[in-house]
């Protein structure tokens, strides 16, 4: 019992002498907080971090105008703050997502996704501003000396009690928790940031208007939408009391602001919009890829989702599941090896050589039942050797029990992969923002008809361009006016 006294008292001990070595008063915020941190700290883990962001994020984006533009808005925003002389660095990044962040020193993010969804600068001045204030606030310092304490304490724990499981259990709170930001702190830099917003001299409002269109998007049904904006809800906690606050303090200002609607859409016309040519693009059941030159179809009633390692494939029931991506460093291996190399030579039984697209290629059986998410299947290698000695390979997997004319759908669709067609490189070109002058008597209903999207036209206009939901189809918009349209 003694000992257990002497280490609590030691911990508090070493609690309190933290708490006043690592307090500080921050100008932002007004209020002392616990940081274990300086800010050249802070500016070593936001360099090191960077080029991990680029290249998890699709990489940067834009022309030498738009990144100006960007990085001008946020730079006079990044002066007006409690942190002029850090070194602020605005990067937009390559990405569908509709997301923005910030790293310690000044590194702030927004993805072209984000750009898409906002509609005049004003709005891009807030988002840019709360990310400024994510900064200026030290909210990611104020993070690590949480981590920081709570894993001195857990290690204290595990000595006295001799349960490391404790620690384990505590160790995903403490992740899970600490992820994000917390409420309070997104409040936080939504007040800082209008208030940076609004001191440039731009309108308050469009914080809640961008809060409330980003609500309206979670809304739709469609999968893919959700997916877009997983990633900002990830990150900055989704909130109708954000929203209320937002709009009260917009209110009680008077001030003349500016939202500069036509020089942010004349800046964002023709960015690109949804998946990058970088990555492929999936259309009419086709994945295209104009800088690799390849193309492949899979059968109607399947699923394709593009993933940074591999595309896959799956019909509804998962029945059968068609996996692609690529093999790098062998060229020194007969295509059976390879697979030999993967499987072992016992497994792998070829079925036969073949030609695809006039390029050397194989079809390889497993003879052993694999999982998958899962579920056991049978597995099928098709690897090609295309240009460069580049290996494609295509995983085919069929439930075991299921008829043959599975599996030979999968297999006459891989045999058709070949180098994209001239009218499947224009297939494969990224959707665009295009911004449209309207025109006498244009409709809303007139105006989705230009949307190039499967389902939600109507909705996805209104939300990009800030229209009330409230409109009708029949509403005639004011000739003259710019309209943002999705378009191939």
């Known amino acids: 019992m003694s000992s257990i006294i002497k280490i609590n008292f030691f911990l508090k001990f070493l609690f309190l002498l933290i708490l006043i070595i690592g307090c500080t008063e921050n100008k932002t915020t007004g209020t002392r907080q616990l940081v274990l941190l300086d800010s050249k700290q802070e500016e070593d883990i936001g360099a090191k971090e960077h080029p991990k962001i680029l290249k998890f994020f699709g990489g940067v984006y834009g022309s030498k105008e738009l990144k100006n533009y960007v990085s001008k808005i946020g730079t006079n925003l990044a002066n007006i703050s409690e942190m002029p002389n850090l070194k602020w660095k605005f990067t937009i990044l390559d990405s569908p997502l509709v997301n923005a962040f910030?790293?310690?020193?000044?590194?702030?993010?927004?993805?072209?996704?984000?750009?898409?969804?906002?509609n005049d600068e004003a709005e891009l001045a807030n988002v840019l501003g709360h990310?400024?204030?994510?900064?200026?606030?030290?909210?990611?310092?104020?993070?690590?000396?949480?981590?920081?304490?709570?894993?001195?304490?857990?290690?204290?724990?595990?000595?006295?009690?001799?349960?490391?499981?404790?620690?384990?259990?505590?160790?995903?709170?403490?992740?899970?928790?600490?992820?994000?930001?917390?409420?309070?702190?997104?409040m936080e830099a939504d007040e800082i940031g209008r208030r940076y917003a609004l001191q440039a001299g731009y309108d308050p409002?469009?914080?809640?208007?961008?809060?409330?269109?980003?609500?309206?998007?979670?809304?739709?049904?469609?999968?893919?939408?959700?997916?877009?904006?997983?990633?900002?809800?990830?990150?900055?906690?989704?909130?109708?009391?954000?929203?209320?606050k937002a709009s009260e303090i917009s209110t009680n200002n008077d001030k003349k602001t500016k939202t500069n609607r036509n020089y942010y859409l004349a800046a964002i016309n023709h960015i690109d919009y949804g998946e990058s040519s970088k990555n492929g693009i999936i259309?009419?059941?086709k994945f295209l890829h104009l800088h690799l030159d390849i193309a492949f179809s899979v059968p109607k009633s399947f699923k394709i989702e593009n993933r940074k390692d591999a595309?896959?494939?799956?019909?509804?029931?998962?029945?059968?599941?068609?996996?692609?991506?690529?093999i790098s460093g062998e060229r020194d291996l007969t295509l059976i090896e390879i697979v030999e190399s993967i499987i072992g030579r016992s497994r792998a039984e070829l079925i036969k050589n073949?030609?695809?697209?006039?390029?050397?290629?194989?079809i390889v059986k497993d003879n052993k039942l694999v999982f998958f998410e899962d579920i056991k299947y049978s597995r099928t290698f098709v690897l090609i050797r295309w240009i460069d000695s580049q290996i494609w390979r295509f995983t085919i997997l069929v439930n075991p029990n299921s008829n043959e004319s599975v599996y030979n759908e999968l297999e006459n669709e891989v045999i058709n992969f070949h180098?994209?067609?001239?009218?499947?490189?224009?297939?494969?070109?990224?959707?665009?923002?295009?911004?449209?002058?309207?025109?006498?008597?244009?409709?809303?209903?007139?105006?989705?008809?230009?949307?190039?999207?499967?389902?939600?036209?109507?909705?996805?206009?209104?939300?990009?361009?800030?229209?009330?939901?409230?409109?009708?189809?029949?509403?005639?918009?004011?000739?003259g006016t710019l309209v943002k349209l999705i378009v191939e």
């Not at 595309?311 to 690529?326: H, P, Q």
């Open 102 to 118: 910030a790293l310690p020193g000044g590194y702030v993010y927004i993805s072209r996704g984000l750009l898409s969804l906002a």
């Open 131 to 186: 990310e400024i204030a994510h900064v200026t606030s030290r909210h990611a310092a104020q993070r690590h000396a949480k981590e920081t304490l709570s894993e001195i304490g857990l290690s204290i724990l595990d000595i006295v009690i001799g349960q490391p499981i404790i620690s384990n259990v505590a160790n995903l709170g403490r992740h899970g928790v600490l992820a994000a930001f917390s409420r309070s702190e997104e």
């Open 205 to 244: 409002y469009a914080s809640s208007r961008f809060l409330n269109r980003l609500n309206d998007l979670s809304k739709l049904s469609d999968e893919q939408n959700k997916n877009l904006m997983n990633s900002i809800f990830s990150t900055h906690p989704r909130t109708l009391d954000r929203v209320e």
């Open 354 to 362: 073949l030609k695809i697209y006039d390029s050397d290629a194989v």
């Open 419 to 479: 180098s994209l067609s001239e009218s499947e490189k224009k297939l494969a070109q990224p959707k665009k923002i295009k911004i449209h002058v309207s025109e006498e008597r244009e409709t809303l209903l007139s105006l989705s008809k230009k949307m190039s999207l499967d389902k939600d036209k109507m909705e996805w206009l209104k939300i990009i361009n800030g229209f009330s939901k409230d409109l009708q189809d029949n509403y005639q918009l004011q000739p």
């Open 311 to 326: 595309v896959i494939a799956r019909n509804v029931n998962k029945e059968s599941i068609l996996i692609f991506d690529g």
């Open 283 to 285: 259309k009419n059941n």
